[in-house]
């Protein structure tokens, strides 16, 4: 009997709590709907809900149980009503919410808009505990935040592009603690390995994007000593709330997945969503391209008013490497190298004739060789000469060199990732309008600064003409990928040149205009002087066009070529070739295109930069007796 | 004779590091954390469409959903770990920056170890004359950097007050 109604009495109390847990929930559903809560600008960033063309909602997120509504993706009040109900929600057994990530309390699930609603409405929602959760924010410990970005490395132009990552610090972290500190990483997952099916993937949304949190260590590894690209760290000044707001909201994401594409919802575009949780004010996001280089989120960064507060440059392997054999004279730089390569006690002989401080620098650049050539190899005889140079440096107790990097430009320096261009010009014929573009990125012609030097990727690039035919436009040349890269040879760091193109062409040969589709790439060596670099290719160039016996061209042939920086804001480029038709046309003697002579060509292009934003272009160009010159002004942007 | 315990603990030890380590393999098919064995794409052909996906290095292992390893815990290296998880991820920077007595991983790995600031340039040099002692030779793995190194600074008293997790 008497347990009978003590059953009763908390089945009672049961029902009472969860008729006041249903009367809680309403009071707070109706009072952020009488305050508009479902469109503010706290909401909406926290779901990552952008407008859409034609009215309503979408969010970019795109995995479900990022969403407690149904229709959550699509609609922030219903997101926000299922949420605040999800907040009261009686808790959750610790066993099955270890289980997976969904079966957590919706308050541990999403500790940032818990926060959130509980201060904007001043509610007293029972809170849960979230074991889960506490140890993972225990294990970051964020105190403030460092926005890094990757630079391209050597002998990559997609590299180019650039990659973004997010640091989280700890205030007083100190000597060494960066290293320690945890980044923030959004990349793509793939499920592939076949490099056709990886790009296509990539490019299109094909893989999952998801986020992860790294020892820094490890980027700095893949990064600085196996990729060597060269890091900028640009510290925030977001407040601890901020951060806290912030980290909140990426275990909220971090579980979920947002489809990942290459040219707009890349890792770059993600962080700045993440940026904007944390200090919603901001309004770094839409980038208004249509694609997302990361060199222009860090310029929206660099410009969003007191964000960042300082800049700090983390050299690469090969930086650190080249930049420290500066510091040798010659016999010095050739005894490193023997050390490296061949170890023998010759070698060490030279080396014990040193001044220790000299003897120290010797054999720190002497590792940075030899680790550099070795890269992830641990090759027995490579180890055991390494070993020996660590044995000798452990001899010597002088700290090594400060090194100084004055050349460093950071990346948001150089001009913007996209270009227009108008101009006018004449060929022999007659004179011309011109108007030209370029969608990304960069060439080797314009302005070099804050870009890895000497290459080049362009994407959808083009010109088109107005001459005097009349005055509808005529498509010069719209190149889908224009790729050079040009590596001045190094002893030390030996790599190709080469480049790549493809994208319609006119030909203006003998008395034919004619529009033709090119693929035209190869080999190529380079060499540095001064303000000088000299180069050669191998070229293959294959044309598809109704000129053509069989509609088809292969030519092959070579170049030479040279790149001079004559002052910090102008600068030539000059390239001649001979291109030999061997299929598709007739033999240059008889051939209806060669009336004019061999298949010779010259070009040189004069740049001036005006300023970071505009520069002028002076382009000449001879081909098989044809001639032509202009006058461009670009604008970048 | 004191000599002789101290040599038989570090074998001991160094020894029990391996078979525990062995032990703990499965997950990554290595010693301890198996950081050390994460490997980056060489640089070449593929690395050009590497770039499309923006480094996919360690994302599985790091990912904030992944569940939790032997070493890492949904992203994020479990406190017990962190000493192992950075020799073994940084064994070649660090060794060179203890023969050299100097340098940011020297002075990150000090910080693993809980010195206290004012002991750090001590434990730099400490480290430098210690490095042939804690790389034998050149098949040192981190395990036994790791285990040799604390072993001997510990021995000293000033690093067995100031340096909490030694």
Same mark, same amino acid.
């Given at each position: 009997m008497l347990a009978r109604v003590g059953r009763s009495a908390l089945l009672l109390v049961l029902a009472l709590a969860g008729a006041a847990r249903a009367n809680d929930a309403d009071e707070l559903v109706r009072r952020a709907a009488r305050e508009g809560l479902a469109t503010s600008r706290e909401w909406l960033v926290l779901g990552h809900w952008r407008e859409r063309s034609f009215g309503g909602w979408r969010s970019e997120v795109d995995a479900p149980h990022f969403f407690l509504a149904p229709d959550g993706k699509d609609d922030p009040h219903a997101e926000l009503e299922a949420t605040l109900r999800g907040f009261f929600a009686p808790p959750v057994d610790p066993e099955v919410a270890a289980?997976?990530?969904?079966?957590?309390h919706p308050q541990c699930r999403f500790p940032a808009r818990f926060r959130w609603v509980s201060e904007r409405l001043r509610a007293a929602i029972p809170a849960q505990s979230c074991p889960r959760y506490a140890e993972w924010r225990m294990g970051l410990r964020p105190e403030s935040a460092t926005l890094i970005f990757a630079a391209a490395y050597l002998n990559n132009p997609a590299s180019m592009f650039g990659h973004t990552l997010l640091r989280l610090d700890r205030v007083g972290q100190g000597a060494g603690g960066d290293l320690l500190a945890y980044a923030v990483n959004f990349a793509a997952n793939p499920t592939s390995d076949n490099p056709l099916i990886y790009m296509l993937a990539g490019l299109t949304g094909g893989f999952e994007g998801v986020f992860s949190t790294l020892p820094y260590y490890l980027k700095v590894k893949e990064y +600085?000593?196996?990729?060597n690209r060269d890091l900028w760290e640009f510290p925030l000044t977001f407040t601890r709330a901020e951060v806290d707001r912030m980290v909140a909201h990426l275990w909220e994401v971090g579980s979920g997945w947002l489809d990942y594409f290459?040219?707009?919802?890349n890792c770059s575009y993600q962080l700045l969503a993440l940026l904007e949780v944390g200090r919603p004010s901001l309004r770094l996001l839409p980038i208004d391209k249509p694609w997302v280089v990361p060199a222009d989120t860090l310029r929206a960064v660099l410009d969003a008013? +007191?964000?960042?507060?300082a800049q700090r440059f983390r050299p690469s392997r090969h930086t650190l490497m080249l930049a420290r054999r500066r510091l040798l004279d010659d016999d010095e730089v050739a005894l490193a190298a023997g050390l490296a390569r061949v170890g023998d006690d010759g070698a060490y002989a030279s080396l014990a004739g040193l001044a220790p401080a000299r003897q120290a620098i010797v054999i720190d650049t002497a590792v940075d060789l030899l680790r550099y050539e070795g890269g992830q190899d641990a090759e027995p005889a490579r180890r055991q000469r390494e070993r020996r140079l660590l044995l000798a440096r452990r001899g010597i107790a002088v700290a090594p060199v400060a090194l100084e990097f004055p050349e460093a430009r950071d990346p948001a320096s150089g001009h913007g990732t996209a270009m227009v261009a108008a101009g006018a010009g004449a060929d022999r014929r007659r004179p011309f309008l011109e108007v030209g573009w370029r969608g990304v990125l960069h060439d080797l012609a314009g302005p070099q600064q804050g870009y890895a030097p000497n290459t080049q990727i362009e994407l959808m690039s083009g010109t088109l003409r107005i001459g005097d035919a009349g005055p509808v436009p005529t498509l010069e040349q719209l190149d889908l990928v224009r790729i050079a890269s040009l590596a001045p040879y190094d002893a030390w760091a030996p790599k190709p040149s080469w480049r790549l193109s493809t994208g319609f062409d006119r030909m203006h040969e003998a008395d034919c205009d004619c529009l033709t589709y090119q693929g035209t790439g190869g080999p190529g060596l380079a060499v540095e002087g001064g303000p000088f670099v000299l180069y050669t290719f191998a070229d293959l160039d294959l044309r598809i066009g109704a000129a053509f016996r069989d509609r088809f061209r292969a030519a092959a042939g070579a170049s030479l070529g040279t790149l001079w920086q004559a002052t910090s804001f102008w600068r030539w480029s000059v390239e001649g070739g001979y291109l030999y038709p061997f299929f598709g046309v007739e033999p240059p003697s008889a051939s209806p295109l060669d009336d004019d002579g061999a298949p010779w060509r010259a070009e040189a292009t004069w740049s001036f930069a005006l300023s970071v934003v505009h520069e002028l272009r002076l382009p000449v160009r001879l081909v098989r007796g044809h001639a032509e010159a202009g006058l461009l002004l670009l604008s970048y942007f | 004779m004191k000599l002789s315990l101290g040599i038989g603990a570090v074998a001991a030890l160094v020894l029990a590091g391996t078979q525990m380590a062995g032990a703990e393999s499965p997950p990554y098919g290595m010693a301890g954390c198996g950081l050390g064995s994460l490997v980056f794409k060489e640089n070449g052909f593929v690395q050009v469409f590497a770039a499309t996906t923006n480094g996919t290095f360690g994302t599985q292992t790091f990912g904030i959903s992944s569940g939790t390893s032997n070493c890492v815990n949904a992203g994020v290296v479990k406190a017990d770990k962190e000493q192992e998880a950075f020799v073994e991820s940084n064994l070649d920077n660090l060794e060179r920056d203890m023969a050299a007595g100097g340098g940011e991983y020297l002075a990150a790995f000090a910080t693993l170890l809980g010195c206290q600031d004012s002991v750090q340039p001590q434990l730099y040099s400490f480290a430098q004359s210690s490095y042939p002692s804690v790389f034998p030779s050149d098949q040192t793995t981190a395990q036994q950097a790791l285990y040799g190194f604390k072993i001997q600074a510990s021995q000293n008293e000033i690093f067995a007050r100031n340096c909490a997790r030694l």
């Open positions: 289980k997976s990530f969904e079966a957590q +600085g000593d196996f990729e290459y040219f707009d919802e008013p +007191g964000l960042v507060r | -």
